[in-house]
C-alpha cells in the first residue's frame, strides 16, 4: 500500500491536514510522540503490574473493607477451595455469595498441569508459580515506571494543551441527546469516519478522562495506602480509603475496571481497523477514508 | 453492513492468524518472564527499586511520623498468629516451662556496655502502650495492643559505639518457610534488622504485653519487636539478642533478615 500525502509537522490531532491527491484519503498526524510514549510504556508496565499482583493477591486471596482484615474476620470476596484433598473443588465468594468456579479461581491447573489451590491461575500471574517475593519485586519496580510515565504524561498533557484540547468533552457534547445518540451509534458498531474521525468524540473522551483522572490515580493512592510506611507519612489516605483492607479492595476492583477498559479498548481496535490505528499510536501516521472526496 | 464477501473472508483468517501469533508472543514473553524471575542479575535489577522506595518513604516520612494509632474498639477480634506458632528447640520449653525466669535478654555488639536483662527488669522500666494496625506482607492486616520498653531507651543506656548502624535481632524459633508465601521454603534461625532510624522511633517498641495480657507464645513471647511503619516479618518474635552492627553481611545470607535472605524486601515500609 502506498502513503498518498503526508502533513509534515502538523498539530495534534491535525485538523489542517492536506488533501490527497484525488483518491479520498489522507494521512494525518494523529498522536503526539509524548502520547505514543505513554501508551506503549503503560502497555508493558500495566500488564507486568497486573500479573505480578494477581500473585500477590494469592498469597492472601480474601479481600477485606475496613482497617483491618484476616483470616477469622468476614471477608468481601474470597477465592477458595472445599472438598477433599485429590479433589479440591474452587469457589468465588463474593458477599456471601459463593459460585463454583473449579479450573479458573480457587482451583486449577499449576505450572505442572495439575490442579492446584491457587486463587488465580497460574497462566494469570507472574511468575507462573506461587512466589510472593518475586512478585513483589516485579510489582514495585514497575509501579515506579508507571508512576514516573504518569507524572510525565500528565505534565506533558497539561503544557502542551493535550487535555484542554483533545480530552476534555466541550459542552454541547455533554447534552444528554448527544451523548444517547454516541451510546447508541457504538452499540451498533457504527463509528464515526472521515472528519468526525481527526477528533475523538465524546464517549472516548470520557472513557479516556476516567481511566487518566480517576482510575489510573486511584491505582496509585490506593496501592500507597497499603504501605504502612506511607500510612504513617500521609494517615489521610487512611481516612480516605476508609482503611488499609479498603484501599486493598478498591485496589483489586479498580485494576478490575481498567482491565475491562482495555477489553472495550481492543474490541473498538478490531472494530475500527487494527493496523491504522496500531500505526497511529506507533509512528503518529492515521489514514482518513473519506466519504466524499475534497 | 455486508454479507462476508471473499476479502471479508481473508481478512477474518488474517486477523484470526494475526491473533494467535500475538497469543504465541505473548506466551513466549511470560515464559521469558518466568526465566528472567530467577535470573539472579534480574532480580537485582528488579530489587533496584527497594533503594528508591526507602529514600522516598524516609523523605515523606522524616524520623518520626507515626504510624497510626487506633481506639480500643478497632480492636481485632481475632489476632492472626503467624509464623512460627511455638518455637520446638529445646532450649525454648526449658524457658516456657518456667514462666522465661531463666530467660535473659542479651544486648551486645557495639556498645559501651553490654546487658542481659530479665523480664522482670524490662517490666520495670518506662513503657510506652500503643494500639496499632499489624500488616502481613501476605495482605491481611489485624489490630491489637502493644505494651513495652521503647527500643531507644535500651540502646541509649548501653551506649551505642559511634560505628554502630543497625541492631539485629535474633531469635528463639527456627523457621521452616510458609508455603502460603511460596517461593524458597527453606530452614533457618528467624533474625531480623533494622537501621537506627528505625531503632530510635518513638513508636519501635520491645513488646511484653499483648491487649492488657503477658505475651503469647503464638504472638512471640516473652518478648517481640513492632516497628509500626514496617511489614510483619519486621517484628521479630521470641527475642533472646539484640546485637548492635555496622553491617549485616556476616549474618545468616547477609541480606539482614529471616525473610530477607528468601527474596523479601530488607526495607519493609511497602
Known sequence: MSESTETPGAAVPAVQALAAAGAGRRVIRRHRVTTRIWHWVNLVALTILLMSGLNIFNAHPRLYWGQFGADSDRPFLELGARGSEDDPRGFAEIMGHRIGTTGILGVSAGPDGDPLIQGFPSWSTLPSWRDLATARRWHFFFAWIFVANLAAYLAAGLLNGHFRHDIAPRRDELRPRTLAHHVFDHLRLRFPRGEAALHYNVLQKLAYLGVIFVALPLMVLTGLTMSPGIDAAAPWLLDLFGGRQSARTLHFLVAGSILFFVVIHLAALLAVGVWNELRSMITGRYVIKEDRPT | ?270
Open chain 2, 1 to 270: 453492513m455486508s454479507a462476508p464477501s471473499g476479502p471479508g473472508l481473508h481478512r477474518r483468517r488474517f486477523l484470526l492468524s494475526g491473533g494467535s501469533a500475538l497469543l504465541g508472543g505473548a506466551g513466549l514473553l511470560l515464559s521469558g518472564c518466568d526465566r528472567a524471575s530467577e535470573a539472579p542479575a534480574f532480580r537485582d535489577l528488579l530489587g533496584r527499586a527497594e533503594g528508591l522506595t526507602r529514600t522516598s518513604q524516609r523523605l515523606l516520612q522524616g524520623r518520626s511520623a507515626l504510624a497510626r494509632e487506633f481506639a480500643a474498639a478497632d480492636i481485632s477480634p481475632e489476632f492472626k498468629a503467624n509464623g512460627t506458632i511455638e518455637p520446638d528447640t529445646d532450649i525454648y520449653a526449658a524457658l516456657l516451662d518456667d514462666g522465661f525466669a531463666d530467660w535473659r535478654l542479651q544486648i551486645d555488639g557495639l556498645v559501651d556496655r553490654p546487658a542481659a536483662l530479665s523480664l522482670a527488669e524490662l517490666r520495670s522500666l518506662p513503657s510506652r502502650t500503643q494500639i496499632t494496625r499489624h500488616d502481613c506482607v501476605e495482605g491481611w492486616s489485624a489490630i491489637g495492643k502493644w505494651t513495652g520498653v521503647p527500643l531507644g531507651l535500651l540502646l541509649k543506656s548501653a551506649g551505642l559505639k559511634p560505628n554502630a548502624r543497625y541492631a539485629v535481632f535474633h531469635c528463639a524459633d527456627d523457621l521452616d518457610g510458609e508455603a502460603g508465601k511460596g517461593g524458597e521454603q527453606s530452614p533457618g534461625l528467624y533474625y531480623e534488622s533494622i537501621d537506627l532510624i528505625d531503632a530510635f522511633h518513638p513508636q519501635t517498641i520491645l513488646a511484653y504485653d499483648m491487649n492488657d495480657a503477658p505475651l503469647p507464645v503464638a504472638h512471640g513471647a516473652p518478648l517481640r519487636l513492632r516497628v509500626e511503619r514496617q511489614l510483619g516479618y519486621k517484628h521479630a518474635k521470641y527475642l533472646m539478642r539484640i546485637e548492635i552492627a555496622e553491617r549485616l553481611d556476616h549474618l545468616g545470607r547477609g541480606k539482614g533478615g529471616y525473610w530477607e535472605d528468601r527474596g523479601y524486601e530488607w526495607y519493609a515500609g511497602i
